[in-house]
């Protein structure tokens, strides 16, 4: 079974040394949130996942969810666990203390969030959900709204879904059938059924809000006409405790390929009363709010399950005895060498690495530009952070959830035929990783983000809050002999990047398919890139410590290989794009 | 004997507006208007309205100094005027007896072969002449120009059997040459061509709308864009003529129109319109029409609900019908919706009328789309949209739905209005055959030449036109004829072919703009991705392109006509001369998007005022004049202000009629190859550093003033960098390269700057400057 160590030292370093988190304690609202405070919310954050969360992971995933009734039953121990996580105040770190939240920065969060999806990815799912209806609701709900239900959700005692996909509409919500009904005392009647909601029955909590979307009769065609609604489980009573039993019930649950310990529901609305958020016919734009939120979220899962597949798999390949170094043994005294000697055993435990440790830098300059976005006082620094995040959210989601699912498969591999069994846990990662490629929009969803929405927005504008900082970076340092190993790959890379924007951007202009045709290669050579970029950072930062301390050393080398054996598949993707569509599109359908 | 001097009587909008546009050809004119009652000033109408002209946005001249060419006074005291003016214009109020009391004093005073017309726009011909001479009959007709004389480009020419043709020619060769318009001869009959068919679309797209019960923008989002209607569409226009206007029309209309004629039927009273116009709802000129900006509401776009009669936010519309339809017609005029069936009512009402208006308000189909695209903006005229409908399509669904189906249409079944016959263009004419259209001579269309030929050269941005006699055509086509690698690369293609094989080369299109400059999307979007060596690549590429242009050892006429903006004015800098149609408007507007003109236009501009020997001595005079414009990013708002400005140059030329602008430009181009060399480089003296302190404290003093905003101090900073030469002293002699290294290095200066970036993207998104 895989332990679980938060990598409390590696998360610092991003958040501290890497992305200058002391510059949020500036902002109005941050100030509480020095050094100590952070250190003290993360070190318990990491007790409760390695010591709560990550034990359950492996039962919870044997035994699975059992549905009798319309009622769900979560495994063992994981009504238990919640109560501590809820309790622990947990569900409330990164809400508004108007609301009873901590107000906690995001870019604490994010890390916690980490932790909790390395230790155990199913049991996050419950939270990460509430999170989600928390936000949609704090964005666009009516006062009353947030006055009745923010308080419940942010302090975990209930919980929150997204009810948005039907039996034949995912990802082309504009189909959906769901519809909700004006009643005269201003509130709906939904009508409907939603499929894949994850948490919309469990035993976690007493009462569970879903956040609907559905169509209002009469409305405009297509997605825009669709309204989201808050339908509670339980209608609250007069004193705000779980009242009258809602028409929501649930159908059935999925069983799944992974995260077996969520629930996932077929949600059935029959005349359910419901309240209507924001405006009519604007769900989708309060839907993606909580979607864009999401798919960061979503990244994350990626960079967790990564992190837990690297620390069973190094800790295997130093305890695994077999065969011998092929310069000879290294360790006689045994009766084989651990299969950490080996150049391959090495170039696997490193790929995760690097991707692990640049993914989080990533994810917290990310984070910390959702701060700014949040609380800076200059509108021009938030329209700047907003921009920053718009364009790098689909590059999260996609990058990152591929980077998670190829760091379990080779978690596997690292464990041969040890890995494959159940009984490790290894396995388990792979399956689980593997939901978080498709769910929040597919990867190839992202890339048509990327290239169809994103970088052609304001003649480019949100590419700037990437594209800018790196070139400056390379114009600052390119003389810099020190830095040279890692800027000029940086360079490089971004200068692929910058000949593959030019290209998909025209070719794009001209015939659409040719930019769905380079869409996930360019979204890959971007992530690579930027990624570059934090690499080319953290090394700067940690040369002149490299001597002193073996943490910075291994950062170097990390550095070292990212640059050597991960970037020059910049080259290949490349090539990749600029070969254009014609190929793909030539092909007929009945050849197939 | 042509025209040289011109007499317009009736100085109202109109006729100062004529006047006006007389004189911008540089023709003198005599403007009289009575003697108002008990003035001290007996001139006073007259001169009342040139000043008024003067103050007139958009400006009815075409340079202050035109206004010069009119002499102003009144009917009692100068008719004497008259006497030797080789045409006279009666444009006073549309009543019989006054204006042939006119005609009877203009008999007495004018030379016997001057012509006079009438503007009117509703008596008959024949009325009006009814009783005079016959040598007076024998030089009258009708010119009815359209509102604003100078911009609008119809004139309907009526004239009479009594009419010589020398009178005919005269008349109309001054129209079209001087004075720029399409003449489009129409038959003495209501309306003529233009207001008979437009008034009658106008009401029945009102009318109709309120009977299918829709709203105002639905109305023009149906029958506008999809139809080739200007912007405004239909209640749009209503606004801009006055809705109190519109009683007045269709009463003269009704009247003067036989009982058979459909009109009556679609004449029908409107008691919101009627309400609007009592209670001074007359439109734009009024408290607001059907559409108004509601300056309460900061500025607010508001539409009146036709069904409850109240003023509501205006909505952006997407119309189904529209949206399914494309861009097919059949699909529009049968979609099943109160939409669908709208476009169709109109449609075929407008249309039916146009077909029975040949051979009753004009013999021919061409006359009639001309009339439409010129008087009323159409993109197509009817005939040209039946065309794209499909004859017999339309005359079955007339038949099915037992409409009277009109001879001209009759003799279309089976065939098209206009088709193109070795590689002529040919219209339909009554009988069922087809003539064959001549353009008039010195006509010379792009279009016309596309119609046999291929280019020569092209690629995605443009393409290059053989135009016989040796002379190569360079046309832009990108979209929105803006410049960018491609173009810049098929020059220098162009200036070798025309080297080894051709004479000369004419740079000209027929879009409505010659080019807003380059295409600032991709020079963001490159700026954005921090493509640097990219766009310095693409400035020096231009620089070079444009240098090739300018020593080319064959002679390069630019013929702007529209805006030519920015990188298009900078090509016009290079040509060796330039033929400008008159609605030109030219400048270096780069400041506007936080840039500076950086394929050449500062030193060329430069060059231009340098050689200007009416200037004081010294460097800094042409510096600052320059700086000036260039910091302002001053248009000329006309050919005429652009040769004031020193864009034209002595030699230059400047033609009125658009459709002459390609035969004007060739015509001088193979003049110029005659022994064409190419000029001698420029050398520069700039003032240098105590040049740039002085405009820098100019700039200083606007900014305190609030004139200029922050970032125009920076970009003036930069201008001023170059002009001034930089870090040079007086004595120091600059080349042109030098200069164009300036340029470049500024340049890129600027185009890093995000305050430079947020104006370029404010522009390209809502196409108004912005003031950072």
């Known amino acids: ?592 | 004997m042509t025209i040289n001097k011109v007499a317009v009587i009736g100085a109202g909008v109109m006729g100062a507006g004529i006047a006006a546009q007389v004189a911008n050809a540089g023709t003198p004119v005599v403007l009289l208007d009575i003697v108002p009652a008990g003035a001290t000033n007996r001139n006073a109408v007259a001169e009342g309205a040139v000043a008024k002209l003067l103050k007139t946005e958009p400006a009815p001249f075409m340079s202050k100094a035109a206004a010069k060419l009119i002499t102003t006074g009144n009917i009692e005291d100068h008719l004497e005027l008259l006497r030797d003016c080789d045409w006279i214009v009666e444009v006073v109020v549309e009543k019989l007896e006054v204006k042939q009391a006119l005609y009877k004093k203009i008999d007495a005073h004018k030379k016997p072969d001057a012509i006079v017309s009438s503007n009117t726009s509703t008596i008959p011909l024949a009325t009006l002449i009814a009783g005079m001479p016959q040598e007076f009959a024998e030089k009258f007709v009708i010119t009815h120009f359209f509102n604003p004389p100078r911009y609008m480009r119809l004139l309907e020419l009526v004239t009479s059997d009594k009419n010589s043709a020398d009178t005919v020619k005269k008349i109309t060769d001054f129209c079209d040459y001087k004075l720029g318009k399409g003449v489009v001869v129409c038959k003495d009959r209501p309306g003529f061509i233009a207001n008979r068919l437009g008034v009658y679309w106008l009401q029945s797209a009102v009318v109709l709308a309120f009977e299918h019960g829709l709203q105002v923008e639905e109305a023009d989002a149906i029958i506008g864009k999809p139809l080739g209607i200007p912007k405004t569409g239909v209640f749009g226009l209503l606004d801009l003529i006055g809705l109190d206007l519109m009683p007045h029309i269709n009463a003269s209309m009704a009247s003067a129109l036989p009982s058979t004629d459909p009109f009556h039927g679609m004449n029908k009273p409107l008691p919101l319109v009627e309400r609007m116009i009592r209670d001074g709802y007359t439109g734009r000129k009024g408290k607001g029409g059907f559409y108004r900006l509601n300056r309460e509401k900061g500025k607010l776009k508001e539409a009146l609900d036709l069904q409850t009669g109240d003023y509501r936010a205006q909505k952006r519309m997407r119309v189904d019908a529209v949206t399914d339809a494309g861009r097919d017609l059949k699909k529009l005029f049968t979609h099943d919706s109160e939409h669908g069936r709208y476009a169709w009512d109109v449609a075929r009402k407008t249309l039916t009328y146009a077909a029975a208006l040949v051979g009753d308000a004009a013999d021919d189909i061409v006359s009639i789309d001309e009339a439409m695209r010129l008087g009323y903006a159409w993109k197509w005229g009817p005939f040209e949209l039946l065309d794209k409908i499909g004859v017999d399509w339309f005359v079955s669904k007339l038949e099915e739905a037992g409409c009277l189906v009109p001879p001209i249409l009759q003799a279309a079944r089976g065939k098209t209005f206009y088709r193109i016959e070795n590689g002529k263009r040919q219209a339909l004419t009554l009988s069922g055959d087809y003539v064959t259209l001549e353009r008039r001579e010195g006509v010379l269309l792009l279009a016309d030449i596309k119609l046999t030929q291929k280019p020569v050269l092209k690629n995605g941005s443009a393409s290059v036109w053989d135009i016989g006699d040796g002379v190569l055509c360079f046309e832009f086509t990108s979209i929105m004829n803006s410049l960018d690698a491609d173009i810049v690369m098929l020059l220098n293609q162009t200036v070798q072919l025309v080297q080894s094989k051709y004479k000369a080369l004419v740079i000209y299109n027929e879009g409505s703009n010659f080019t807003v400059g380059a295409n600032l999307g991709l020079a963001l979007f490159a700026a954005n991705i921090a493509a640097w060596t990219e766009i310095e690549q693409l400035v020096g590429l231009g620089q070079f392109a444009y240098k090739g242009l300018k020593y080319a050892p064959f002679p390069v006429v630019g013929a702007p006509s529209g805006m030519a903006l920015g990188g298009g004015c900078e090509i016009l800098l290079h040509c060796s001369a330039i033929q400008a149609h008159a609605e030109s408007y030219i400048g270096l507007v780069e400041v506007g998007v936080g840039l500076i003109p950086a394929w050449g236009g500062c030193k060329e501009f430069l060059a231009r005022w340098q050689a200007n020997t009416k200037m004081p001595k010294g460097p800094m005079p042409s510096v600052a004049q320059v700086f000036e414009y260039i910091s302002t990013a001053r248009v000329a708002k006309s050919a005429a202000e652009a040769r004031e400005m020193m864009i034209l140059r002595d030699g230059d030329g400047i033609t009125m009629n658009r459709d002459r602008l390609l035969f004007d430009a060739k015509a001088k181009a193979l003049k110029m190859a005659e022994n064409y060399k190419p000029p001698a480089p420029p050398t520069y003296r700039l003032p240098g550093l105590s040049g740039k302190l002085a405009l820098k404290m100019a700039v200083d003093s606007f900014a305190k003033m609030g004139k200029a905003t922050k970032h125009d101090v920076v970009v003036s900073d930069v201008l001023a960098d170059i002009l001034t030469g930089g870090d040079v002293e007086y004595f120091d002699e600059l080349s042109e390269d030098k200069l164009l290294e300036l340029e470049r290095k500024n340049f890129m200066r600027l185009v890093r700057n995000p305050d430079s970036m947020a104006r370029v993207e404010h522009m390209l998104e809502t196409g108004k400057p912005l003031r950072n």
């Open chain 1, 1 to 592: 079974m895989p332990a679980y160590k938060a990598p409390l030292r590696d998360m610092r370093y991003a958040l501290y040394d890497v992305i200058g988190y002391d510059d949020l304690t500036k902002l109005p609202g941050y100030e509480d949130f020095d050094r100590d405070t952070v250190d003290a919310v993360l070190d318990e954050a990491a007790k409760i996942c390695e010591e709560v969360l990550q034990p359950l992971n492996h039962s919870g995933d044997a035994e699975g969810c059992h549905y009798e009734n319309g009622v769900v039953r979560t495994p063992k121990g994981f009504k238990e666990a919640y109560t501590l996580f809820r309790d622990g105040g947990w569900t409330s770190l990164a809400c508004a203390p108007q609301y009873g939240g901590q107000g906690m920065p995001v870019s604490v969060n994010a890390l916690v969030e980490e932790m909790i999806c390395a230790a155990n990815m199913s049991f996050g799912m419950y939270p990460g959900l509430t999170h989600g209806a928390y936000k949609a609701l704090h964005a666009f709900g009516s006062k009353e709204l947030q006055d009745s239900y923010l308080p419940k959700l942010v302090d975990g005692t209930w919980s929150g879904t997204m009810c948005m996909t039907e039996p034949h509409c995912g990802t082309d919500l504009g189909q959906m059938r769901t519809k909700a009904v004006p009643q005269e005392d201003g509130s709906y009647r939904v009508t409907g059924t939603k499929i894949f909601i994850s948490a919309g029955e469990h035993d976690l909590t007493e009462n569970i809000i879903h956040l609907v979307l559905a169509k209002i009769p009469g409305g405009p065609k297509g997605t825009k006409g669709v309204s989201l609604f808050l339908v509670p489980k339980f209608l609250p009573d007069a004193n705000g405790n779980p009242g009258e039993r809602n028409g929501v019930r649930c159908g059935s649950i999925e069983h799944k390929m992974g995260i077996k310990a969520s629930s996932t529901c077929v949600m059935n609305f029959d005349d359910a009363k419901g309240f209507l958020v924001g405006e009519e016919h604007k769900g989708m734009k309060a839907m993606f709010t909580m979607m864009n939120t999401a798919r960061l979220g979503v990244g994350v899962q990626g960079l967790g399950l990564a992190e837990a597949a690297y620390q069973g798999a190094v800790t295997y390949a130093k305890d695994r005895l077999q065969g011998r170094a092929l310069s000879g043994a290294k360790f006689p005294e045994k009766a084989a060498d651990p299969i950490i000697v080996h150049p391959d055993v090495r170039r696997m435990l490193l790929t995760q690495r690097a991707y692990i440790e640049g993914c989080r830098a990533l994810a917290m300059w990310t984070a910390k530009c959702i701060d700014i976005y949040r609380m800076h006082p200059d509108p021009a620094e938030r329209e700047k952070a907003d921009d920053y995040v718009a364009l790098v959210t689909p590059v999260i989601k996609a990058f990152f959830t591929d980077i998670g699912f190829e760091a379990a498969n080779i978690g596997v591999q690292v464990f041969g035929g040890h890995g494959y069994i159940r009984d490790n846990g290894m396995e388990q990662l792979v399956r689980d990783a593997r939901i978080a490629q498709i769910y929040e929009g597919a990867n190839g969803i992202q890339g048509l983000d990327l290239v169809g929405r994103k970088m052609a927005m304001h003649a480019g504008r949100y590419m700037r809050t990437v594209f800018h900082p790196i070139s400056e970076y390379v114009e600052a340092n390119k003389a810099n002999a020190a830095l040279a190993d890692f800027v000029g790959p940086l360079g490089k890379a971004f200068g692929r990047l910058q000949q593959a924007t030019m290209h998909v951007a025209r070719a794009g202009m001209a015939r659409p398919d040719e930019a769905g045709a380079a869409a996930t290669d360019y979204l890959r050579l971007f992530g690579l890139t930027v990624l570059a970029f934090m690499w080319a950072r953290m090394a700067e930062v940690s040369l002149p410590q490299a001597d002193s301390d073996p943490f910075h050393k291994a950062k170097v080398l990390t550095a070292r290989f990212y640059m050597e054996r991960l970037l020059p598949q910049t080259g290949a993707l490349l090539a990749t794009i600029t070969a254009g569509g014609k190929t793909i599109m030539a092909f007929e359908e009945a050849a197939f």
